[in-house]
Protein backbone atom coordinates (compact mmCIF):
# COMPACT_ATOMS: atom_id res chain seq x y z
CA UNK A 1 0.00 0.00 0.00
CA UNK A 2 1.31 3.21 -1.12
CA UNK A 3 1.37 5.90 1.82
CA UNK A 4 -0.97 8.20 0.36
CA UNK A 5 -3.67 4.86 0.55
CA UNK A 6 -2.68 3.68 3.67
CA UNK A 7 -3.08 7.55 5.05
CA UNK A 8 -6.51 7.64 3.73
CA UNK A 9 -7.51 4.64 4.92
CA UNK A 10 -6.13 5.51 8.62
CA UNK A 11 -8.66 8.82 8.15
CA UNK A 12 -11.70 6.89 6.91
CA UNK A 13 -11.36 4.21 10.01
CA UNK A 14 -11.01 6.66 12.43
CA UNK A 15 -13.91 8.67 11.04
CA UNK A 16 -15.52 5.34 11.10
CA UNK A 17 -14.54 4.47 14.38
CA UNK A 18 -15.92 7.42 15.81
CA UNK A 19 -19.37 6.75 14.77
CA UNK A 20 -19.70 3.21 16.14
CA UNK A 21 -21.47 2.63 19.69
CA UNK A 22 -18.50 0.25 21.09
CA UNK A 23 -21.04 -0.39 23.63
CA UNK A 24 -23.72 -1.38 21.48
CA UNK A 25 -21.66 -3.32 19.53
CA UNK A 26 -20.25 -5.18 22.09
CA UNK A 27 -23.58 -6.52 23.26
CA UNK A 28 -24.94 -6.78 19.66
CA UNK A 29 -22.04 -9.42 19.81
CA UNK A 30 -23.25 -11.33 22.78
CA UNK A 31 -26.32 -10.10 24.25
CA UNK A 32 -28.84 -12.41 22.99
CA UNK A 33 -31.83 -10.21 24.82
CA UNK A 34 -30.74 -7.48 22.62
CA UNK A 35 -32.26 -9.42 19.67
CA UNK A 36 -36.44 -10.03 18.28
CA UNK A 37 -37.59 -13.37 19.41
CA UNK A 38 -40.53 -14.34 17.32
CA UNK A 39 -42.30 -16.55 20.23
CA UNK A 40 -45.22 -16.71 21.71
CA UNK A 41 -49.09 -17.29 21.34
CA UNK A 42 -50.26 -15.86 18.05
CA UNK A 43 -54.26 -15.06 17.15
CA UNK A 44 -55.26 -12.81 14.21
CA UNK A 45 -55.44 -9.64 15.64
CA UNK A 46 -58.88 -7.44 14.96
CA UNK A 47 -59.05 -5.63 11.83
CA UNK A 48 -61.13 -2.83 10.31
CA UNK A 49 -62.24 -3.99 6.96
CA UNK A 50 -61.82 -1.74 3.98
CA UNK A 51 -65.76 -1.48 3.63
CA UNK A 52 -66.05 0.73 7.22
CA UNK A 53 -65.10 3.75 4.63
CA UNK A 54 -68.10 3.70 2.69
CA UNK A 55 -69.99 3.66 6.41
CA UNK A 56 -71.82 6.85 7.90
CA UNK A 57 -70.03 6.57 10.93
CA UNK A 58 -66.83 6.91 8.70
CA UNK A 59 -67.20 10.30 7.51
CA UNK A 60 -67.31 11.59 11.25
CA UNK A 61 -64.32 9.92 11.93
CA UNK A 62 -62.79 11.32 8.62
CA UNK A 63 -63.45 14.64 9.56
CA UNK A 64 -61.63 14.79 12.93
CA UNK A 65 -58.83 13.61 11.42
CA UNK A 66 -59.15 16.81 8.71
CA UNK A 67 -59.59 18.98 11.78
CA UNK A 68 -55.99 17.70 12.94
CA UNK A 69 -54.63 18.16 9.67
CA UNK A 70 -55.84 22.09 9.55
CA UNK A 71 -54.96 22.71 12.96
CA UNK A 72 -50.97 21.77 11.56
CA UNK A 73 -50.87 18.77 13.80
CA UNK A 74 -49.43 16.43 11.64
CA UNK A 75 -46.39 15.81 10.15
CA UNK A 76 -45.52 13.59 6.64
CA UNK A 77 -42.51 11.29 7.47
CA UNK A 78 -40.60 9.09 4.95
CA UNK A 79 -38.26 6.85 5.35
CA UNK A 80 -35.43 6.98 2.04
CA UNK A 81 -32.04 5.97 4.07
CA UNK A 82 -32.02 1.59 1.62
CA UNK A 83 -29.91 0.74 -0.67
CA UNK A 84 -32.69 -0.28 -3.18
CA UNK A 85 -30.09 -3.55 -3.77
CA UNK A 86 -32.68 -5.47 -5.35
CA UNK A 87 -33.36 -2.44 -8.12
CA UNK A 88 -30.01 -2.57 -8.21
CA UNK A 89 -29.30 1.83 -8.46
CA UNK A 90 -26.65 3.74 -7.10
CA UNK A 91 -28.80 7.00 -6.71
CA UNK A 92 -31.19 7.33 -4.13
CA UNK A 93 -34.77 5.30 -4.95
CA UNK A 94 -36.63 8.21 -3.99
CA UNK A 95 -35.50 10.26 -7.41
CA UNK A 96 -36.52 6.64 -9.53
CA UNK A 97 -38.91 8.01 -12.42
CA UNK A 98 -42.47 6.19 -12.02
CA UNK A 99 -45.24 8.46 -12.61
CA UNK A 100 -46.92 6.65 -16.06
CA UNK A 101 -46.86 9.68 -18.60
CA UNK A 102 -44.94 12.44 -17.25
CA UNK A 103 -42.15 10.35 -15.56
CA UNK A 104 -41.88 11.95 -12.04
CA UNK A 105 -40.07 10.84 -9.14
CA UNK A 106 -40.72 9.08 -6.22
CA UNK A 107 -40.12 12.16 -4.13
CA UNK A 108 -42.04 14.35 -6.47
CA UNK A 109 -44.89 13.09 -6.55
CA UNK A 110 -44.81 12.75 -2.01
CA UNK A 111 -44.19 16.61 -2.31
CA UNK A 112 -47.45 17.11 -4.59
CA UNK A 113 -49.13 15.31 -2.67
CA UNK A 114 -48.05 17.11 0.59
CA UNK A 115 -48.78 20.47 -1.50
CA UNK A 116 -52.01 19.50 -2.60
CA UNK A 117 -53.14 18.40 1.02
CA UNK A 118 -52.12 21.88 2.29
CA UNK A 119 -53.96 23.92 -0.27
CA UNK A 120 -56.92 21.61 0.51
CA UNK A 121 -56.97 22.02 4.43
CA UNK A 122 -55.42 25.24 4.35
CA UNK A 123 -52.68 24.15 6.51
CA UNK A 124 -48.58 23.10 6.67
CA UNK A 125 -47.23 19.72 7.05
CA UNK A 126 -43.79 19.88 7.57
CA UNK A 127 -41.87 16.74 5.59
CA UNK A 128 -39.11 14.75 7.70
CA UNK A 129 -36.79 12.68 4.97
CA UNK A 130 -34.56 10.43 6.58
CA UNK A 131 -31.79 9.98 4.35
CA UNK A 132 -28.47 7.40 5.47
CA UNK A 133 -24.83 8.51 4.77
CA UNK A 134 -24.47 6.84 1.93
CA UNK A 135 -27.54 9.17 -0.09
CA UNK A 136 -28.03 12.46 1.96
CA UNK A 137 -26.21 14.59 -0.36
CA UNK A 138 -27.65 12.79 -3.78
CA UNK A 139 -31.24 13.07 -2.10
CA UNK A 140 -30.52 17.09 -0.45
CA UNK A 141 -28.95 18.07 -4.11
CA UNK A 142 -31.95 16.20 -6.03
CA UNK A 143 -34.87 18.59 -3.56
CA UNK A 144 -32.50 21.53 -4.41
CA UNK A 145 -32.45 21.30 -8.19
CA UNK A 146 -36.19 21.02 -8.42
CA UNK A 147 -36.61 23.36 -6.09
CA UNK A 148 -37.97 21.50 -3.55
CA UNK A 149 -40.69 20.57 -5.52
CA UNK A 150 -43.17 23.07 -5.18
CA UNK A 151 -42.94 23.10 -1.30
CA UNK A 152 -40.95 25.65 1.09
CA UNK A 153 -37.27 24.71 1.44
CA UNK A 154 -37.92 25.49 5.13
CA UNK A 155 -40.35 22.76 6.02
CA UNK A 156 -38.30 20.07 4.13
CA UNK A 157 -36.16 18.32 6.63
CA UNK A 158 -33.51 15.74 6.15
CA UNK A 159 -31.93 13.66 9.05
CA UNK A 160 -29.68 11.07 8.40
CA UNK A 161 -30.01 7.70 10.11
CA UNK A 162 -27.28 5.90 11.96
CA UNK A 163 -24.96 3.47 10.34
CA UNK A 164 -24.11 0.20 12.35
CA UNK A 165 -20.84 -1.94 12.15
CA UNK A 166 -21.21 -5.06 9.92
CA UNK A 167 -19.20 -8.33 11.25
CA UNK A 168 -17.47 -11.29 10.74
CA UNK A 169 -19.08 -14.42 12.23
CA UNK A 170 -16.26 -14.29 14.59
CA UNK A 171 -17.23 -11.08 15.53
CA UNK A 172 -14.60 -8.74 13.89
CA UNK A 173 -14.84 -5.50 11.90
CA UNK A 174 -14.66 -5.50 8.03
CA UNK A 175 -12.81 -3.72 5.74
CA UNK A 176 -14.34 -1.44 3.54
CA UNK A 177 -13.19 -1.46 -0.22
CA UNK A 178 -12.89 2.33 0.13
CA UNK A 179 -10.62 2.05 3.39
CA UNK A 180 -12.76 2.30 6.01
CA UNK A 181 -14.59 -0.05 8.32
CA UNK A 182 -17.94 -1.88 6.59
CA UNK A 183 -20.90 -0.09 7.87
CA UNK A 184 -24.85 -0.47 6.81
CA UNK A 185 -27.45 1.88 7.63
CA UNK A 186 -29.08 0.21 10.84
CA UNK A 187 -32.68 -0.06 9.19
CA UNK A 188 -35.68 1.54 9.39
CA UNK A 189 -36.05 1.46 12.81
CA UNK A 190 -33.02 3.91 12.90
CA UNK A 191 -35.60 6.47 12.25
CA UNK A 192 -36.03 6.76 16.02
CA UNK A 193 -32.85 7.86 17.35
CA UNK A 194 -31.83 9.58 14.31
CA UNK A 195 -35.40 11.68 14.34
CA UNK A 196 -33.64 12.48 18.20
CA UNK A 197 -30.38 13.04 17.67
CA UNK A 198 -30.50 15.02 14.67
CA UNK A 199 -33.59 17.85 16.32
CA UNK A 200 -36.19 16.36 14.21
CA UNK A 201 -38.17 15.58 17.50
CA UNK A 202 -37.84 19.07 19.18
CA UNK A 203 -38.83 20.84 15.62
CA UNK A 204 -41.85 18.82 15.64
CA UNK A 205 -42.57 19.77 19.19
CA UNK A 206 -41.72 23.44 18.70
CA UNK A 207 -44.02 23.20 15.92
CA UNK A 208 -47.34 21.90 18.04
CA UNK A 209 -47.15 18.54 15.79
CA UNK A 210 -48.73 15.09 17.47
CA UNK A 211 -48.94 12.67 15.31
CA UNK A 212 -46.38 11.64 12.72
CA UNK A 213 -47.27 9.74 9.31
CA UNK A 214 -44.66 7.71 8.29
CA UNK A 215 -44.58 5.71 5.13
CA UNK A 216 -41.31 4.25 2.94
CA UNK A 217 -40.17 5.75 -0.27
CA UNK A 218 -41.05 3.35 -2.71
CA UNK A 219 -44.83 3.56 -2.79
CA UNK A 220 -46.24 5.67 -5.46
CA UNK A 221 -50.02 4.91 -4.65
CA UNK A 222 -49.23 6.07 -0.83
CA UNK A 223 -52.54 8.39 0.60
CA UNK A 224 -50.15 10.33 2.53
CA UNK A 225 -52.66 11.68 6.11
CA UNK A 226 -54.79 9.77 5.20
CA UNK A 227 -58.01 11.90 7.04
CA UNK A 228 -59.79 8.43 7.78
CA UNK A 229 -56.67 6.85 9.20
CA UNK A 230 -55.49 9.78 10.80
CA UNK A 231 -59.19 10.37 12.87
CA UNK A 232 -59.72 6.53 13.41
CA UNK A 233 -55.95 6.50 15.13
CA UNK A 234 -56.20 9.78 17.26
CA UNK A 235 -59.99 9.03 18.70
CA UNK A 236 -59.34 5.88 19.60
CA UNK A 237 -55.82 7.40 21.33
CA UNK A 238 -53.34 4.91 19.68
CA UNK A 239 -49.79 5.75 20.00
CA UNK A 240 -49.04 3.50 16.25
CA UNK A 241 -51.50 2.31 13.90
CA UNK A 242 -50.87 0.19 11.11
CA UNK A 243 -52.46 -0.14 7.50
CA UNK A 244 -53.04 -3.54 6.06
CA UNK A 245 -53.79 -5.48 2.84
CA UNK A 246 -55.14 -8.67 2.29
CA UNK A 247 -52.30 -10.71 1.05
CA UNK A 248 -52.25 -12.28 -2.35
CA UNK A 249 -51.29 -15.86 -1.25
CA UNK A 250 -49.61 -17.74 1.94
CA UNK A 251 -46.39 -17.07 -0.03
CA UNK A 252 -46.33 -13.15 -0.09
CA UNK A 253 -43.40 -11.79 1.54
CA UNK A 254 -45.25 -9.04 3.67
CA UNK A 255 -44.82 -8.50 7.56
CA UNK A 256 -48.24 -10.19 9.12
CA UNK A 257 -50.45 -8.19 11.76
CA UNK A 258 -51.30 -10.17 14.64
CA UNK A 259 -51.24 -10.71 18.39
CA UNK A 260 -48.91 -12.44 20.34
CA UNK A 261 -49.44 -13.14 23.69
CA UNK A 262 -52.31 -10.57 23.27
CA UNK A 263 -50.17 -7.60 21.97
CA UNK A 264 -50.13 -6.12 18.61
CA UNK A 265 -47.26 -7.52 16.70
CA UNK A 266 -46.35 -7.14 13.05
CA UNK A 267 -44.06 -10.86 12.22
CA UNK A 268 -41.99 -10.77 9.59
CA UNK A 269 -42.22 -13.05 6.79
CA UNK A 270 -39.14 -14.79 7.67
CA UNK A 271 -39.88 -15.17 11.17
CA UNK A 272 -43.32 -16.98 10.25
CA UNK A 273 -43.83 -20.80 11.19
CA UNK A 274 -44.88 -22.65 8.47
CA UNK A 275 -47.71 -23.54 10.45
CA UNK A 276 -49.23 -20.05 10.83
CA UNK A 277 -48.45 -18.92 7.63
CA UNK A 278 -50.39 -21.84 5.88
CA UNK A 279 -53.23 -21.53 8.99
CA UNK A 280 -56.72 -21.25 7.11
CA UNK A 281 -59.50 -20.31 8.79
CA UNK A 282 -63.02 -21.84 8.85
CA UNK A 283 -63.72 -20.77 4.90
CA UNK A 284 -60.16 -22.28 3.97
CA UNK A 285 -59.17 -18.52 3.77
CA UNK A 286 -55.77 -17.40 4.73
CA UNK A 287 -55.92 -16.83 8.09
CA UNK A 288 -52.95 -14.40 9.22
CA UNK A 289 -53.94 -12.07 6.23
CA UNK A 290 -53.49 -8.96 7.30
CA UNK A 291 -50.37 -7.87 5.57
CA UNK A 292 -48.24 -4.76 6.59
CA UNK A 293 -47.75 -2.15 4.08
CA UNK A 294 -45.11 -0.23 6.72
CA UNK A 295 -47.83 2.86 7.04
CA UNK A 296 -47.90 3.96 10.13
CA UNK A 297 -49.33 6.73 12.32
CA UNK A 298 -46.96 7.87 15.45
CA UNK A 299 -47.65 9.87 18.25
CA UNK A 300 -44.81 12.01 18.67
CA UNK A 301 -44.62 11.47 22.18
CA UNK A 302 -44.17 7.54 21.55
CA UNK A 303 -41.74 8.84 19.33
CA UNK A 304 -40.46 10.54 22.47
CA UNK A 305 -40.25 7.25 25.14
CA UNK A 306 -38.68 5.14 22.63
CA UNK A 307 -35.93 7.37 22.28
CA UNK A 308 -35.06 7.10 26.07
CA UNK A 309 -33.54 3.64 25.24
CA UNK A 310 -30.78 2.56 22.78
CA UNK A 311 -32.21 -0.74 22.81
CA UNK A 312 -36.05 0.26 22.74
CA UNK A 313 -35.99 -1.73 19.62
CA UNK A 314 -34.95 -5.15 19.15
CA UNK A 315 -31.61 -5.83 17.09
CA UNK A 316 -32.00 -8.14 13.99
CA UNK A 317 -29.21 -9.93 12.12
CA UNK A 318 -28.74 -11.36 8.70
CA UNK A 319 -25.94 -13.12 7.46
CA UNK A 320 -25.00 -11.35 3.88
CA UNK A 321 -22.22 -11.25 1.36
CA UNK A 322 -19.93 -8.41 2.45
CA UNK A 323 -17.58 -6.78 0.09
CA UNK A 324 -14.39 -6.36 1.51
CA UNK A 325 -10.74 -6.87 0.27
CA UNK A 326 -8.03 -9.52 1.03
CA UNK A 327 -4.93 -8.83 2.40
CA UNK A 328 -3.55 -8.04 -0.74
CA UNK A 329 -5.97 -5.55 -1.40
CA UNK A 330 -7.49 -7.50 -3.77
CA UNK A 331 -11.51 -7.66 -4.00
CA UNK A 332 -13.44 -10.53 -2.25
CA UNK A 333 -16.91 -11.12 -1.00
CA UNK A 334 -17.11 -12.97 2.90
CA UNK A 335 -19.93 -13.69 4.99
CA UNK A 336 -20.92 -10.66 7.37
CA UNK A 337 -23.47 -10.65 9.82
CA UNK A 338 -25.86 -7.09 9.22
CA UNK A 339 -27.66 -6.13 12.19
CA UNK A 340 -30.50 -3.62 11.66
CA UNK A 341 -33.48 -2.70 14.20
CA UNK A 342 -37.60 -2.41 12.45
CA UNK A 343 -39.94 0.53 13.12
CA UNK A 344 -42.81 -2.20 13.38
CA UNK A 345 -41.20 -3.84 16.64
CA UNK A 346 -42.50 -0.41 18.22
CA UNK A 347 -46.02 -2.23 18.10
CA UNK A 348 -45.84 -4.33 21.03
CA UNK A 349 -45.22 -1.26 23.10
CA UNK A 350 -48.20 0.61 22.43
CA UNK A 351 -50.91 0.39 25.19
CA UNK A 352 -53.13 1.03 21.79
CA UNK A 353 -52.94 0.34 18.04
CA UNK A 354 -55.56 0.67 15.69
CA UNK A 355 -55.62 -1.33 12.04
CA UNK A 356 -57.26 -0.59 9.56
CA UNK A 357 -57.36 -2.57 6.04
CA UNK A 358 -57.34 -0.74 2.87
CA UNK A 359 -57.40 -1.60 -1.10
CA UNK A 360 -53.95 -3.06 -2.51
CA UNK A 361 -54.84 -1.31 -6.12
CA UNK A 362 -55.53 1.90 -4.78
CA UNK A 363 -52.91 2.25 -2.00
CA UNK A 364 -50.09 0.25 -2.16
CA UNK A 365 -47.67 -0.37 -5.50
CA UNK A 366 -43.85 -0.75 -3.85
CA UNK A 367 -41.30 -0.89 -6.24
CA UNK A 368 -38.69 -3.46 -5.24
CA UNK A 369 -37.66 -5.68 -7.91
CA UNK A 370 -36.54 -5.21 -11.36
CA UNK A 371 -39.16 -7.13 -13.36
CA UNK A 372 -41.96 -8.86 -12.47
CA UNK A 373 -44.16 -8.22 -9.19
CA UNK A 374 -43.60 -5.03 -7.14
CA UNK A 375 -41.20 -3.90 -9.91
CA UNK A 376 -40.97 -0.31 -11.99
CA UNK A 377 -43.91 -1.65 -14.25
CA UNK A 378 -45.79 -2.99 -12.17
CA UNK A 379 -46.20 0.14 -10.14
CA UNK A 380 -47.02 2.26 -13.31
CA UNK A 381 -49.54 -0.09 -14.79
CA UNK A 382 -51.57 -0.23 -10.63
CA UNK A 383 -50.89 3.90 -11.33
CA UNK A 384 -52.51 3.76 -14.43
CA UNK A 385 -55.08 1.31 -13.33
CA UNK A 386 -56.11 3.43 -10.19
CA UNK A 387 -56.59 7.10 -12.32
CA UNK A 388 -58.58 4.85 -14.89
CA UNK A 389 -61.03 3.56 -12.40
CA UNK A 390 -61.32 6.88 -11.03
CA UNK A 391 -62.30 8.62 -14.70
CA UNK A 392 -64.16 5.58 -15.57
CA UNK A 393 -66.54 6.16 -11.81
CA UNK A 394 -66.70 9.87 -13.58
CA UNK A 395 -68.48 8.67 -16.62
CA UNK A 396 -65.49 9.24 -18.42
CA UNK A 397 -64.75 7.05 -22.03
CA UNK A 398 -61.11 5.51 -22.12
CA UNK A 399 -59.34 3.84 -25.01
CA UNK A 400 -57.91 0.66 -24.43
CA UNK A 401 -54.29 0.46 -23.64
CA UNK A 402 -54.34 4.68 -23.05
CA UNK A 403 -52.45 5.74 -20.33
CA UNK A 404 -53.75 8.48 -17.67
CA UNK A 405 -51.66 10.26 -15.25
CA UNK A 406 -53.23 12.58 -12.76
CA UNK A 407 -51.04 14.74 -10.80
CA UNK A 408 -51.74 15.38 -7.01
CA UNK A 409 -51.86 18.92 -7.84
CA UNK A 410 -54.93 17.92 -10.27
CA UNK A 411 -56.92 15.51 -7.78
CA UNK A 412 -56.01 14.02 -4.32
CA UNK A 413 -58.33 10.96 -4.87
CA UNK A 414 -62.29 9.81 -6.47
CA UNK A 415 -63.74 12.39 -5.03
CA UNK A 416 -61.62 15.08 -6.41
CA UNK A 417 -62.42 13.62 -10.12
CA UNK A 418 -65.75 13.53 -9.51
CA UNK A 419 -66.12 17.49 -8.66
CA UNK A 420 -63.38 18.76 -11.51
CA UNK A 421 -65.64 16.22 -14.16
CA UNK A 422 -66.58 19.12 -16.24
CA UNK A 423 -63.03 20.05 -17.32
CA UNK A 424 -61.93 16.63 -17.99
CA UNK A 425 -63.21 15.30 -21.88
CA UNK A 426 -65.56 12.86 -21.98
CA UNK A 427 -63.90 10.47 -24.76
CA UNK A 428 -60.08 9.93 -24.04
CA UNK A 429 -58.59 8.01 -26.72
CA UNK A 430 -54.25 9.04 -26.28
CA UNK A 431 -52.57 9.07 -23.35
CA UNK A 432 -53.63 11.82 -20.80
CA UNK A 433 -52.02 14.06 -18.33
CA UNK A 434 -54.53 16.03 -15.76
CA UNK A 435 -52.49 19.12 -14.32
P1 LIG B 1 -36.39 -2.08 2.06
O1 LIG B 1 -36.14 -3.02 3.15
O2 LIG B 1 -37.37 -2.48 1.03
O3 LIG B 1 -35.00 -1.66 1.45
O4 LIG B 1 -36.78 -0.71 2.72
P2 LIG B 1 -34.64 -0.92 0.12
O5 LIG B 1 -33.42 -0.13 0.36
O6 LIG B 1 -35.77 -0.08 -0.39
O7 LIG B 1 -34.38 -2.08 -0.90
P3 LIG B 1 -33.40 -3.36 -0.79
O8 LIG B 1 -33.95 -4.23 0.32
O9 LIG B 1 -32.02 -2.86 -0.51
O10 LIG B 1 -33.55 -3.97 -2.14
C1 LIG B 1 -38.09 -0.29 2.93
C2 LIG B 1 -38.06 1.20 3.20
O11 LIG B 1 -37.27 1.48 4.34
C3 LIG B 1 -36.23 2.39 4.02
C4 LIG B 1 -36.04 2.28 2.52
O12 LIG B 1 -35.48 3.46 1.99
C5 LIG B 1 -37.48 2.04 2.05
O13 LIG B 1 -38.21 3.26 2.01
N1 LIG B 1 -35.01 2.01 4.78
C6 LIG B 1 -34.59 0.73 4.80
C7 LIG B 1 -34.32 3.01 5.42
O14 LIG B 1 -34.71 4.20 5.39
N2 LIG B 1 -33.20 2.66 6.10
C8 LIG B 1 -32.74 1.39 6.16
O15 LIG B 1 -31.69 1.15 6.81
C9 LIG B 1 -33.46 0.39 5.51
Known amino acids: MTKKAHDLSFKKIK ?33 IPASFEESKEAQDIKSHGEMLLSQGKVAALVVAGGQGSRLGI ?6 LPISPVRHKSLFCLHAQKISALEKRYSTRIPFFIMTSRVNDGATRKFFKENNWFGL ?12 LP ?5 GKFILSRDGGLFM ?47 GLHNMQGAQMSSKVIRKRDFEEKVGVVVLVDGKT ?18 KGKILYWAGSIAIHILKRDFIETLTNDVTALPYHKAIKKIPTVDNDGKPIEVDGIKFETFI ?20 FAPVKNKAGQ ?56 TDLYLE
Open 184 to 230: NPDGHGGVISALKKSGGLDIMSAQGIEEVFYFQVDNPLVRICDPLFL
Open 90 to 95: SGPKGA
Open 344 to 363: FDALPMTRSSVTLEVKREEE
Open 374 to 429: DSVQSAIDMQVNLYRSWLKKAGKYISPGVKIEISPIFALDEADIMKLSPEIPDRIE
Open 15 to 47: HDLKEIDFNLTKNLLKGEKLFASPGGKIEPAPV
Open 152 to 163: KSNQVHFFVQGM
Open 166 to 170: SVSKK
Open 265 to 282: TIVEYSDMKDEDRYATDD
